[in-house]
């Protein structure tokens, strides 16, 4: 299997999903004014449409109030990180700003996959050993792609 490392450099698609993470809260309010009945345990349910895909999604007040609370927690904390990448100027500097402002995202909404990247971090290896080396850079590369995946989904769920 060979390795293909993540990108971490922003794409426009990035840099724009914290803003629309901003606007999750509004997003729950409006679907809570739209929802069109209860379930059969009488639990209330919130029926929205995504419109790329036309996938009926179903989310109760409860869910939506929890998803609300744990994004805006990670737009307050993680400002700044978003800031340094709306301003950073080159590809190096894009690219460590980018994976803080992941970093910081997941410690709120993908706690397991954070700590899984800051055991893979601090793990010591052998750095005279090259396999061990090779494995700890695929270990931590992998836990980064985890996590980034994690929080990608949690910002499509968001959105929802």
Known sequence: EVFEPLPMMPTEAMKAQVGESEK?????????REREGKNKDGEEELKSTVAASAVEVKMTDEEARNVA?????????????KLAVDKCDD???????????????????CPLQHSSVTKSL????????????????????????????CVAGANERAAI
């Open 91 to 109: 590809d190096a500097e894009c690219a460590r700003a980018s994976l803080a402002l992941t970093m910081c995202l997941a410690k709120v909404v």
């Open 24 to 32: 999750v809260w509004e997003n729950i309010q409006r679907s809570v």
């Open 122 to 149: 601090n793990a010591d290896y052998d750095d005279e050993d090259e396999k061990a080396e090779t494995e700890y850079n695929a270990r931590l590369d992998k836990a980064l792609e985890n996590m980034a995946a």
């Open 69 to 81: 609370k744990t994004f805006a927690a990670a737009i307050g904390d993680c400002r700044d990180a």
